[in-house]
T-cell receptor, first 112, second 114 residues
Framework: EDQVTQSPEALRLQEGESSSLNCSYT??????LFWYRQDPGKGPEFLFT???AGEEKEKERLKATLTKKESFLHITAPKPEDSATYLC?????????????FGQGTRLTINP | DGGITQSPKYLFRKEGQNVTLSCEQN?????MYWYRQDPGQGLRLIYY???????QKGDIAEGYSVSREKKESFPLTVTSAQKNPTAFYLC?????????????FGAGSRLTVL
């Protein structure tokens, strides 16, 4: 069964304190791994798509990496405005067209 | 600006009532989706549609119904058969292809059963 597990569930950092969020997945034939950011009471906002092991993508203070079993979202020198819940999702051929499996998210809080 | 509009943002329902959540997109996307989000759980797929007048059940379709009469619109009805409807509902859309496509989400509708 296709599965996505994110850790930790919640993470508190001081402004400027770098860290990483983890997304472990099990899917037969990965088509894509997605990272989204979600602010409280709002819809998820797309950040990255990764397609194959070894791929990396960056956006401002965020960098996403992918292996065959997991993805990391590295956050460098975070600011309070980076506080949000970060969602990971995978898509594979067994899931049917465009069906995604989401993890439960990591709630990130950056204290000033 | 292109995007997805969900309404209402907040909705209260008495037990035994059906309610309909609206979702409209102007992105010219073929595929549309409804997800449910509960605290501490990942998003779960309720229904999806890849083309007008066609839709498929997702993982938790029981107690819900949808229609897709127009490309731009994909309303979700939460029926009285849904035993635990209090949740945050998210509508999304994407281009239709066999590859991995990015979903664009609306701002969500929060349903509370009184």
């Amino acid at each position: 069964e296709d599965q996505v597990t994110q850790s930790p569930e919640a993470l508190r950092l001081q402004e400027g304190e770098s860290s990483s969020l983890n997304c472990s997945y099990t899917v037969s034939g990965l088509r894509g791994l997605f990272w989204y950011r979600q602010d409280p009471g709002k819809g998820p906002e797309f950040l990255f798509t990764l397609y194959s092991a070894g791929e990396e993508k960056e956006k401002e203070r965020l960098k996403a990496t992918l292996t065959k079993k997991e993805s990391f979202l590295h956050i460098t020198a975070p600011k309070p405005e980076d506080s949000a819940t970060y969602l990971c999702a995978v898509q594979g051929p067994s899931l049917g067209a465009q069906k995604l499996v989401f993890g439960q998210g990591t709630r990130l809080t950056i204290n000033p | 600006d292109g995007g997805i509009t969900q309404s209402p943002k907040y909705l209260f329902r008495k037990e035994g009532q059906n309610v309909t959540l609206s979702c409209e997109q102007n992105l010219n996307h073929d595929a549309m989706y409804w997800y449910r989000q509960d605290p501490g759980q990942g998003l779960r797929l309720i229904y999806y549609s890849q083309i007008v007048n066609d839709f498929q059940k997702g993982d938790i379709a029981e107690g819900y119904s949808v229609s897709r009469e127009k490309k731009e619109s994909f309303p979700l009805t939460v029926t009285s058969a849904q035993k635990n409807p209090t949740a945050f509902y998210l509508c999304a859309s994407s281009m239709r292809s066999s590859g991995a496509n990015v979903l664009t989400f609306g701002a969500g509708s929060r349903l509370t059963v009184l």
